[in-house]
């Protein structure tokens, strides 16, 4: 997945519900790191609707 980072508020809340642990909240921005399967359940989560996934099925 891929946040845009001029919408992302940096709230936090997908962090907690990716399965996989493979979101990462550093001091200037939010993403994924390899861990991330593109399962899409973040992007339902976010308020902002900064995330967009690329589903590879
Ligand atoms: S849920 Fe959306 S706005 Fe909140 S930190 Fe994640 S990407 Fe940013
Ligand atoms: S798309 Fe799924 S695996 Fe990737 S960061 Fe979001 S919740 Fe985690």
Redesign the pocket.
């Known amino acids: 997945m891929k ?1 845009d980072q001029n919408l ?8 907690g519900v990716c399965p996989f642990d493979a979101i990462e ?1 550093t001091d200037g921005s ?1 993403g994924a790191n390899q861990k991330c399967t593109d399962c899409g359940i ?1 992007e339902r ?4 609707g ?2 967009k996934v690329e589903r590879k099925l």
Not at 8 to 15: I, K, L, Q, T
Not at 45 to 48: A, I, K, Q, T, W
């Open positions: 946040v992302c508020v940096r709230c936090g809340g997908c962090v909240a939010v973040c989560v976010c308020p902002m900064a995330i």
